[in-house]
T-cell receptor
């Protein structure tokens, strides 16, 4: 059974700092991995999607890496801003299934 | 980007009543919709997958007679929590995908509180 773990559960940083969020999964036979942002009352927004054959994806100040063999992914946020404050979720899908298996998330607070 | 509208955002009901939650894809045809549930301090967990015009596929441990899912059109799926009890209190969120897009688009979620 696939399990996804995110560390840390919460993180508070000053504005401008670069930071890394971690995600690990127990079964390396994944199809893809996604990072989402969850804002209160606004649902989830997909940030980056990495296919199993890819090593990383970048979008603006965000960079997500994937090491499938070790079951790890990181989300790097550069020059953090207060608007980045949200809960960040990592989720994986496995071949032949559209089911997303989520971690519990990391609650990020960026202080001005 | 694609928009998925979920309604209501919050509902409080008495034990024993039924609650219907709607999920609409506003600018694309959603061939597949998913319903998730999130208990406090827990992960989002998939409840069921529905394809337009066919019966929903439920995950293990989810009662299909209690959580009725209807996906009658390419833009609308509904989840009805029948005879709700306090243990059904949770955050319910839908997601949808079109036939050519691997990305999922999520609704804003519904916080259900059963008294």
């Amino acid at each position: 059974k696939q399990e996804v773990t995110q560390i840390p559960a919460a993180l508070s940083v000053p504005e401008g700092e670069n930071l890394v969020l971690n995600c690990s999964f127990t079964d390396s036979a994944i199809y893809n991995l996604q990072w989402f942002r969850q804002d209160p009352g606004k649902g989830l927004t997909s940030l980056l999607l990495i296919q199993s054959s890819q090593r990383e994806q970048t979008s603006g100040r965000l960079n997500a890496s994937l090491d499938k063999s070790s079951g790890r992914s990181t989300l790097y946020i550069a020059a953090s801003q207060p608007g980045d404050s949200a809960t960040y979720l990592c989720a994986v899908t496995q071949g032949g299934s559209e089911k997303l298996v989520f971690g519990k998330g990391t609650k990020l607070t960026v202080n001005p | 980007g694609a928009v998925v509208s979920q309604h209501p955002s919050r509902v409080i009901c008495k034990s024993g009543t039924s609650v219907k939650i709607e999920c609409r894809s506003l600018d694309f045809q959603a061939t597949t919709m998913f319903w998730y549930r999130q208990f406090p301090k827990k992960s989002l967990m998939l409840m069921a997958t529905s394809n337009e015009g066919s019966k929903a596929t439920y995950e293990q441990g989810v009662e299909k007679d209690k959580f009725l899912i209807n996906h009658a059109s390419l833009t609308l799926s509904t989840l009805t929590v029948t005879s709700a009890h306090p243990e059904d209190s949770s955050f319910y969120i839908c997601s949808a995908k079109g036939s050519t897009n691997e990305k999922l688009f999520f609704g804003s979620g519904t916080q259900l509180s059963v008294l």
